[in-house]
């Protein structure tokens, strides 16, 4: 079990050039997340998925767009990036939520992406 | 919405001291309450949570936390601290959306640990 994989590692962009960060994970989640990390913020959600085929804005979306064509993987991509979208990202998962609160799940983090746009 | 403050962005502390992590969260309907670490260069993990029940948590790596209502706060201790636990620490709340729930995440306290 990998748990939540994302690639690359690190990237260092130019302004205006696009990405995609690819987020995997084997777990058979539902939910998926995309964060953003900056120092002294803690982390920002960007875009969310409650399954396949389906994706929405969360706290800071503009800037990025994402896609969710397989349960396992959630794209996150930029179009044109700006130096404002130096950051670390993460993405996680997590399973379906219940009412019943003893079955909330906790949510799965990957190790990061680092991007540098320059 | 809700919002987690973390009062203190820096906390150092001798090895084998004890240490408290402050968070208060600004909702005073029921909530679920989260801990994550962050060790340097890695994603974040479950240290410990709250969903209900005993007010008094335990998680991993001999850390606990008491959930307070009356004072909306969940402050995280430890006894007797490690070399090794020097990381970022953030408390988290969950807000629902749609047919799920979001965490809300302070902004996170760096704790060092010195020999």
């Known amino acids: 079990n990998a748990g939540v994989t994302q690639t690359p590692k690190f990237r260092v962009l130019k302004t205006g050039q696009s990405m995609t960060l690819l987020c995997a994970q084997d777990?058979?989640?539902?939910?998926m997340y995309w964060y953003r990390q900056d120092p002294g913020m803690g982390l920002r959600l960007i875009h969310y998925?409650?399954?396949?085929?389906?994706?929405a804005k969360g706290e800071v979306p503009d800037g990025y767009n994402v896609s969710r064509l397989k349960k396992q993987n959630f794209l996150l991509g930029l179009e044109s990036a700006a130096p404002s979208q130096t950051s670390v990202y993460f993405c996680?998962?997590?399973?379906?939520?219940?009412?019943?609160?003893?079955?909330?799940?906790?949510?799965?983090f990957g190790p990061g992406t680092r991007l540098t746009v320059l | 919405a809700q919002s987690v403050t973390q009062l203190d962005s820096q906390v150092p502390v001798f090895e084998e001291a004890p240490v408290e992590l402050r968070c208060n969260y600004s909702?005073?309907?029921?909530?679920?309450l989260f801990w994550y670490v962050q060790y340097p260069n890695q994603g974040l993990q479950l240290l410990l949570k709250?969903?209900?029940?005993?007010?008094l948590v335990k998680g991993i790596n001999g850390f606990e936390a008491e959930f307070n209502k009356s004072q909306t706060s969940f402050h995280l201790r430890k006894p007797s601290v490690h070399i090794s636990d020097t990381a970022e620490y953030f408390c988290?709340?969950?807000?629902?959306?749609?047919?799920?729930?979001?965490?809300?995440f302070g902004s996170g306290t760096r704790l060092l640990v010195r020999p």
């Open positions: 909702s005073s309907v029921s909530v679920y």
């Open positions: 709250y969903l209900s029940g005993s007010t």
């Open positions: 988290a709340v969950s807000e629902r959306m749609d047919s799920s729930y979001k965490l809300i």
């Open positions: 998925s409650v399954g396949e085929g389906t994706t």
């Open positions: 996680a998962s997590t399973g379906a939520y219940l009412d019943d609160p003893s079955s909330y799940n906790e949510q799965f």
């Open positions: 777990m058979n989640h539902e939910y």
